[in-house]
């Protein structure tokens, strides 16, 4: 028995979720408003888009990109493009304050001289998921991905290394950020539906920043 019983972890605390996997809750919470204001103007360029699986559903997380490339997927398959394919521009450059956030905090997870080359920026709407995955189209798997919550909460699955392997659920909110790396890079997870809601900041969506190695 002590103090949290039944409340919200500490903000600040880090929490080892499995080999690799560490979570740092409310990281990024100072400057949420910031990366928001940097997602708008980046989606000026790049808008969101619900993209084409391979198997022909077309996805509800609405998707773009900043870096020197960008995750996208059609009909051919699931891919890094240098050019966006919606209007055969590059992508946005990575901005300064989102490289230094995923820098900093892969170094304090245990992954010093992480440089992401690509960020893939995911929205949300209620209802939008995202059915268990791997994450297996990036060249580098030794490389960690840093992933930094805004907006409304969502629950996290995360499961093993293989699909069957039981799953373990998260909440993850506003200003975390999880360092995935190690054994546990290639592990499931997904997210489940979510739920409506008004975020102070973000409105009445989730968005999820990931960085990665890709190229
Ligand atoms: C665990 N995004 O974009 S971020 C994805 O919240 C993705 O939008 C989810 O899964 C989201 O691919 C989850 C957390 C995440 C990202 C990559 C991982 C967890 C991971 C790679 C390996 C293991
Ligand atoms: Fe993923």
Redesign the pocket.
């Known amino acids: 028995m002590d103090l949290f019983d039944g409340l919200e972890p500490p903000q600040g605390g880090r929490e080892q979720m499995a080999p690799g996997?560490v979570l740092l809750r409310g990281r990024a919470s100072g400057c949420g408003a910031a990366l928001l204001d940097v997602i708008a103007g980046i989606a000026a360029e790049a808008p969101f888009r619900r993209m084409v699986t391979p198997g022909g559903f077309t996805m509800s997380?609405a998707m773009t990109n900043c870096g020197a490339a960008g995750w996208v997927t059609d009909r051919r398959g699931y891919r890094y493009a240098a050019q966006d394919p919606q209007t055969g521009r590059p992508w946005p450059a990575m901005p300064d304050v989102f490289a230094r956030l995923a820098q900093e905090a892969a170094a304090e997870a245990g992954y010093p001289g992480f440089r992401p080359d690509v960020c893939?920026i995911?929205r949300y709407e209620p209802g939008a998921k995202?059915a268990l995955?791997q994450?297996k189209d990036e060249r580098d798997f030794a490389s960690p991905?840093v992933?930094v919550?805004l907006g409304l909460p969502?629950v996290?699955r995360?499961g093993g290394a293989r699909r069957a392997d039981p799953v373990v659920k998260y909440p993850?909110r506003h200003g975390d950020v999880?360092v995935?790396g190690g054994e546990?890079?290639?592990?499931f997870?997904g997210?489940d539906a979510l739920k409506p809601g008004a975020h102070p900041l973000a409105g009445p969506v989730r968005f999820?920043l990931?960085f990665r190695k890709a190229l």
């Open positions: 996997a997380v893939l995911n995202m995955h994450d991905i992933s919550s969502a996290f995360f993850l999880v995935w546990s890079r290639l592990w997870h997210i999820n990931t």
